[in-house]
């Protein structure tokens, strides 16, 4: 299993760009990196999906280098509401035994 | 849009008791998913099942047992209910394709007394 870590928590103040590494080493071929927003009392949402280089959407962008064995969401110009738990999740949906969530990072913005 | 439902926002049970956690998804999709989340420790698999009555062991099956009669209803059941269960519970769906997102429900806090 590709075992992930995240940085538990970081702070950013409001209009910032935020970054948010996870190291996954042991990352198969065959595995996607997915990211999760997850707000209190709610369940996670999906945020955003690749397999290699750069992929954009409305709300973020994610990172991956050459070797995969890292990736980096990227949040342009956070808001108050950005606020949130985010998780790395490594692994094809296809083959669920082989999904691994990070612990997830606490992202506090400030005003 | 996507709608994972699950029965209960807040349940509190028994030590002994056996307990039922039900997931109805509108979406067709294949895959279900139960998961439990500890503070510090993140989302853990429990079960998934990628059809009807099929069914396989996540990372920490023990103590539970799930059941898929309905391509839509995914249910997970506390045998014999534990303080250790004591956790918050979310159920996801996702298509059958290879690397689809999953969506979740909002999640069953349940209380183990």
């Known amino acids: 299993l590709a075992k992930t ?3 538990i928590s970081m702070d950013s103040y409001e ?8 190291s996954h080493n042991n990352i198969a071929t065959n595995d996607y990196i997915t990211w999760y ?7 996670p949402r999906f945020i955003i999906q690749g397999y290699k280089t750069k992929v954009t959407n409305e ?5 991956i280098p050459a070797d995969r064995k890292s ?4 949040l342009p110009r956070v808001s108050l509401s950005d606020t949130a738990v985010y998780y790395c999740l490594v692994g094809d949906s296809g083959s669920a035994r082989q999904l691994t969530f990070g612990s997830g990072t606490q992202l506090t913005v400030l005003p | 849009d996507v709608k994972v439902t699950q029965s209960s926002r807040y349940l509190v049970k028994r030590t002994g008791e056996k307990v039922f956690l039900e997931c109805v998804q509108d979406m067709d999709h294949e895959n279900m998913f139960w998961y439990r989340q500890d ?16 069914k396989e062991k996540g990372d920490i099956p023990e103590g539970y047992s799930v059941s898929r009669e309905k391509k839509e209803r995914f249910s997970l059941i506390l045998e014999s209910a534990s303080t250790n269960q004591t956790s918050m519970y979310l159920c996801a769906s996702s298509p059958g394709t290879s690397n689809q997102p999953q969506h979740f429900g909002d999640g069953t806090r349940l209380s183990i007394l």
């Open chain 1, 71 to 74: 990736s980096t969401l990227s």
């Open chain 1, 5 to 7: 870590t995240q940085p």
């Open chain 1, 37 to 43: 927003q997850q707000f209190p009392s709610q369940g």
């Open chain 2, 39 to 54: 503070p510090g420790l993140g989302l853990r698999l429990i079960y998934f099942s990628y059809d009807v009555k099929m």
């Open chain 1, 15 to 22: 209009g910032q760009e935020v970054n948010i590494t996870c």
């Open chain 1, 59 to 63: 709300v973020a962008s994610l990172f």
